[in-house]
């Protein structure tokens, strides 16, 4: 339903660590028309400039919790309320070049009334990195 | 008394009662429920900052509408335990509008995602914490969904029977498009309220279940995405026909494999089946406590397209029912990647064809 809003420009950014760029992050609200206990978020599905990302490489922070997404399985008492951002952090050494880059992302959440492929969002756009 | 005798007894009773005023309310027909909006109606607008809480509720009540009814987990901060503050600031909006909380619409999702299955018991406290919270902000009236659509939870719904007294919240599944009128689902709830006497225990009924052909805006969202229009032209007259929902399926298989038409075929179970007739109601109406008036697309001439609201309501008035008909616009999803979605504007037309079809002005 949401999907159009699902990926912010602000929060759209390289990661550095220890003066390392070590990977890159967006900010990405729930597509679905409620917040959800974490267990319920299925995943994402990366694919940037061509390149698509494994769940391996992402962590999902939410407040001043990351989360690998084994653990978002478990996090039963973590509830990922309606419209508010959380940051999807990808892993890729050298993160991304300043300059526009094409972003695709896929969310899925399984509620557990809808069948088992559950519901999925999906955003195409572009969305320039500044720094 | 076998299980079917049981049951019979039960809906002959509400019949009966039905029958014996029934005949005095035709002639006089006033309706005894009032209007109401499900706030899933303006969840783009409260997604966007377009509108806040106090917003949708002041919309309500410029309607001369009365029900407010929220899906918990999209709108209660720190679910299922707000902060005091928070409740005190609800409860006083709902007086300064002069609105009252209708149903609090929650979920059970008792397969955590595909991760684990919740244990029964871990499904009951679930519910108890959500029936806390709707007894903390005043609502009678609780929808709990929890597996599929079209699957009863009487287990669970049984055990957390107890907790519903307590609080004094009514537990009121929905029955939702496809579940039949007559069947399973609903023999499942009426052989638990004959077995235990309960009074916390009925149905939530919404208007989807009788759809009199599909929504087009839904249709026309399928072709937009890729579907074929000898597919939906397909899935629009086999519905009328009276195809079911896995025929149709199975259908379309045959027709093609992309992806566009199956999600399309698959999308349309969603609706009906045309075989629910709306007078089935009445053998249930004492159980009623909660209506979804759904709508997809509101007509220039005040219709709702797919669904037969003047067989509808009528049905309601004689039944005596005396709850709320919330709103539930869903045609925003149908609409939004194409044209700007106006969710108030729609409610209202809603609004204006309840009133006319309730012999208001």
């Known amino acids: 339903m949401f999907d159009k809003y699902m990926v912010m420009t602000r929060g759209f950014q390289n990661v550095i660590q220890n003066g390392q760029i070590t990977g890159f992050q967006m900010k990405v609200r729930i597509t679905y028309y409620r917040g959800v206990f974490l267990p319920l978020l299925a995943g994402f599905d990366v694919t940037v400039d061509g390149e698509n990302f494994k769940p391996e490489q992402m962590r999902f922070t939410l407040g001043s919790h990351t989360y690998t997404f084994d653990e978002v399985g478990k996090a039963e008492k973590v509830h990922w309320d309606f419209g508010v951002p959380a940051t999807l952090t990808i892993l890729k050494p050298g993160g991304l070049k300043p300059g526009i880059h094409d972003v695709e992302v896929i969310q899925t959440v399984k509620p557990s009334y809808m069948p088992p492929s559950g519901f999925t969002g999906r955003m195409k756009r572009k969305i320039t990195l500044v720094a | ?361």
């Open chain 2, 1 to 361: 008394m076998t299980r079917k005798e049981f049951l019979q007894t039960l809906t002959a009773a509400a019949a009966a009662t039905w029958v014996q005023t029934g005949n005095a309310r035709a002639q006089t027909a006033k309706p005894e429920f009032k209007r109401g909006v499900t706030f899933y109606s303006y969840q783009e607008e409260y997604y966007t900052h377009a509108m806040t809480l106090e917003d949708c509720i002041a919309e309500v009540a410029s309607m001369g509408a009365e029900g407010v009814e929220i899906i918990a987990e999209e709108m209660v901060p720190n679910y299922p335990d707000p902060p005091e503050a928070w409740v005190e600031h609800w409860h006083g909006l709902m007086e300064k509008y002069h609105t009252k909380p209708s149903c609090l619409d929650t979920f059970v999702d008792v397969y955590w995602g595909g991760r684990r299955n919740m244990t029964l018991q871990e499904s009951v406290d679930t519910l108890a914490a959500q029936m806390k919270l709707a007894n903390r902000m005043g609502f009678k009236v609780m929808r709990p969904t929890t597996g599929p659509v079209r699957d009863a939870a009487p287990a669970m719904i049984e055990k957390a029977l107890p907790i519903a007294e307590k609080y004094d919240v009514r537990i009121a599944p929905e029955i939702h498009a496809p579940i039949p009128t007559k069947g399973r689902y609903i023999d499942s709830y009426l052989e638990i309220i004959a077995k235990t006497k309960t009074k916390h225990l009925g149905f939530n009924p919404d208007m989807g279940i009788f759809c009199k052909r599909l929504p087009r805006v839904d249709l026309a969202r399928h072709m937009r995405d890729g579907a074929q229009e000898k597919v939906i032209q397909y899935l629009d007259r086999a519905f009328q026909d009276g195809v079911g929902s896995e025929e149709r399926v199975a259908a379309v298989r045959k027709m093609s494999s992309a992806e566009a038409d199956l999600r399309a075929a698959a999308m349309t179970g969603g609706y009906g089946p045309i075989t629910n007739n709306p007078k089935d109601l009445l053998d249930i109406m004492p159980y009623c406590y909660n209506v979804h008036g759904k709508f997809y697309e509101m007509t220039d001439d005040l219709q709702e397209y797919s669904i037969p609201y003047e067989e509808v309501m009528p049905v309601f008035i004689e039944g005596g029912y005396s709850g709320y008909i919330d709103s539930e616009y869903e045609g925003q999803r149908s609409t939004q990647d194409f044209k700007e979605t106006d969710s108030c504007e729609e409610v209202r037309r809603h609004h204006v064809m309840m009133k006319r079809l309730m012999g208001e002005a």
